[in-house]
């Protein structure tokens, strides 16, 4: 019987390889180093790389479904910012996934079109916010037509593209600390900044700085 503490191990191991090397550039026996085990010993927790792609792909939309479920817990913008957070650390921990999403795709047939409809979920989140806060008067009223809706759009594509826009070039740069998560939630209120009422204002004050001229 296989051992899940070893085949977490393996999920894990290669979760961190993927995001360091890239998906096509590790093989099983970087894997199997990786965890201190044989490669046939890895081969009967998961018989190839697409077995441990799609399990890291399904670990992969729980925890976004997670990061989703947020949303319940409040309206307010203290709330969207602690769903920032969420996603942030997800997207960190994840980076290989929009890195290599081509490469995913063809390992794991069902993952391009499953993550189009979780990213519609999140798109509807941030128009739902938007109307919320526009309805409370914390935003002004829509200065023109489909402005606010194209707000959503332009922050649901910052939400998930920041990271691996920063990424380019220099995929193995450490996103734990604390200045990019700052610098990604500052990127993203940014955008909302000028669109607040003096109420709004009120309500925003502290929760997110605007990017020093050196973190641009």
């Known amino acids: 019987m296989a ?10 191991a290669a979760l961190r390889l993927f995001n360091q090397y890239g998906l096509a550039s590790v093989r099983l026996q970087h894997i199997a180093d990786e965890v201190g085990i044989s490669v046939g010993n890895l081969a009967y927790h998961f018989k190839n790389k697409e077995a441990i792609a799609q399990v890291l792909y399904y670990r992969f939309c729980d925890e976004f479904a997670k990061v989703l479920a947020l949303y319940s817990t409040g309206p307010t913008f203290a709330d969207l910012d602690r769903q920032l957070d969420g996603f942030f650390q997800f997207f ?11 490469e995913l795709g063809r390992l794991v047939p ?11 979920k999140l798109l509807l989140q941030l128009r739902r916010r938007l109307a919320y806060h526009v309805e409370q008067g914390d935003l002004r009223p829509e200065p023109e037509p489909d402005l606010y ?27 734990t600390g604390g200045p990019y998560r700052q610098r990604y ?12 009422s003096a109420k709004g204002r009120l309500e925003f004050s502290g929760l997110a700085a605007p990017p020093r001229r050196d973190q641009r």
Do not use: C, S
Not at 92 to 102: E, N, S, V
Not at 151 to 168: D, E, G, H, K, R
Not at 185 to 196: E, T
């Open 185 to 196: 939630k500052a990127h993203i209120w940014a955008q909302v900044n000028p669109y607040l």
């Open 149 to 175: 809706d194209l707000l959503a759009q332009n922050l649901w594509l910052t939400v998930i593209f920041w990271i691996p826009q920063q990424l380019m070039g220099q995929p193995a740069v450490d996103l």
């Open 92 to 102: 960190a921990r994840h980076r290989f996934y929009l890195l290599d999403f081509l």
């Open 110 to 120: 069902v993952a391009p079109t499953h993550w189009q409809q979780q990213q519609h």
């Open 3 to 12: 051992n899940p503490d070893t085949k977490d191990r393996i999920a894990e």
